[in-house]
């Protein structure tokens, strides 16, 4: 049976790799991205569907859901991929560059799994998958909002997954270590090189790393897979 799916910010980096997943192992996948000109890009690239939304403002998501939905039919696979940082030590941290990351972080994964677990409840499956960090498992000096909010996935996981376990309705989050795509290519060169360099598979991550995992969580085979938190990090956190 060919199944939906809805990945944010899949308009690049790891969410068009998973996307890609997804389309290969059968399912129709609509991508949600805050940025037209990508989404256009990716729309005229790949044949899929796109919708402009901002995962953090609730009744944007719920318009572009309900659109998705009436255009497309019910979401089965929910992919919460779409994230930003905004880096800076706690002491020098602008309050707005705080509630932003927490908004699209975090407040992401509440927006979309409230206009998409309904329908999975009554039609008895699903999956959401989420990305998490493990930058969330270790903490990161720079980055307490992201890390923050990329800990806030894993209860908001942990706790969705035992509301919906009875209901066919998988709930899990993935948490990459340093994977290549403009996120980590905003990061300071000697920064980056410094990081790759502690990576123990000896190489960065690539969003194909990610995506499979996410397919594989996606997948029938992943039914008694829920609650947890999936690192894939080459043996950076262990
Ligand atoms: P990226 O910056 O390459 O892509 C993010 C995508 O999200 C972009 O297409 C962007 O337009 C979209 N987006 C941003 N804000 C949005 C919003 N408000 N509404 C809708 N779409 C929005 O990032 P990436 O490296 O591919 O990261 C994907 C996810 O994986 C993120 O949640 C990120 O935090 C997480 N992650 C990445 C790494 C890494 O090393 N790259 C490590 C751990 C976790």
């Known amino acids: 049976m060919s199944r939906r799916a809805l990945v944010t910010g899949g308009a690049g980096g790891i969410g068009a790799a998973i996307a890609d997943a997804l389309a290969r192992d059968g399912a129709e996948v609509i991508v949600l991205d805050i940025d037209p000109d990508r989404l256009a890009a990716y729309s005229a690239a790949t044949g899929r569907a796109g919708v402009a939304a901002d995962v953090s403002?609730?009744?944007?998501?719920?318009?572009?859901?309900?659109?998705?939905?009436?255009?497309?039919?019910?979401?089965?696979?929910?992919?919460?991929?779409?994230?930003?940082?905004?880096?800076?030590?706690?002491?020098?941290?602008?309050?707005?560059?705080?509630?932003?990351?927490?908004?699209?972080?975090?407040?992401?994964?509440?927006?979309?799994?409230?206009?998409?677990?309904?329908?999975?409840?009554?039609?008895?499956?699903?999956?959401?998958?989420?990305?998490?960090?493990?930058?969330?498992?270790?903490?990161?000096?720079?980055?307490?909002?992201?890390?923050?909010?990329?800990?806030?996935?894993?209860?908001?996981?942990?706790?969705?997954?035992?509301?919906?376990?009875?209901?066919?309705?998988?709930?899990?989050?993935?948490?990459?270590?340093?994977?290549?795509?403009?996120?980590?290519?905003?990061?300071?060169?000697?920064?980056?090189?410094?990081?790759?360099?502690r990576v123990p598979v000896g190489r960065a991550g690539q969003p194909e790393d990610i995506a499979g995992m996410a397919a594989f969580l996606a997948s029938d085979a992943a039914a008694f897979v829920t609650g947890q938190v999936l690192a894939v990090n080459g043996g950076q956190y262990l």
């Open 57 to 197: 403002v609730h009744d944007d998501v719920a318009r572009a859901v309900g659109a998705v939905e009436r255009a497309h039919g019910p979401i089965d696979i929910l992919v919460n991929n779409a994230g930003i940082i905004r880096d800076a030590m706690l002491h020098k941290m602008d309050p707005a560059d705080w509630t932003r990351v927490i908004a699209v972080n975090l407040g992401s994964v509440f927006n979309t799994a409230r206009a998409i677990v309904p329908g999975m409840r009554q039609r008895g499956w699903g999956r959401i998958i989420s990305l998490s960090s493990m930058n969330a498992q270790r903490g990161q000096a720079g980055q307490t909002n992201y890390a923050a909010a990329k800990a806030g996935i894993i209860g908001f996981t942990k706790s969705l997954a035992l509301e919906v376990a009875g209901k066919g309705i998988t709930v899990n989050c993935i948490a990459p270590g340093f994977i290549e795509t403009d996120m980590t290519a905003s990061i300071p060169n000697e920064l980056r090189v410094e990081e790759i360099r």
